[in-house]
C-alpha cells in the first residue's frame, strides 16, 4: 500500500508577509471602525505564524 502525499503548505512566508501588509494598509484606513479590532487581532496572528 502506497504512503499518502506529504502535506505542502498553501502559502509561503512571503505570502504570509504581504497579506500581513495589506491588513495594516486596512487598519490605518479604517482604525475607528468597529470591525477593525478582528483585523488587529489577523495582523497579529499573521506575524505569529511568520514566526514558525
Known amino acids: ?3 499518502p502525499a506529504r502535506a ?3 502559502l509561503s512566508t512571503e505570502d504570509f ?3 500581513r501588509e ?3 494598509f ?3 484606513a479604517h ?3 468597529p ?3 478582528k483585523f488587529s487581532h489577523l495582523y497579529h ?3 505569529s505564524a511568520m514566526g514558525r
Open 45 to 47: 496572528r499573521l506575524g
Open 22 to 24: 495589506a491588513v495594516l
Open 8 to 10: 505542502r503548505a498553501v
Open 1 to 3: 500500500m502506497a504512503e
Open 17 to 19: 508577509k504581504l497579506i
Open 35 to 37: 470591525e477593525s479590532v
Open 31 to 33: 482604525e475607528d471602525e
Open 26 to 28: 486596512y487598519l490605518k
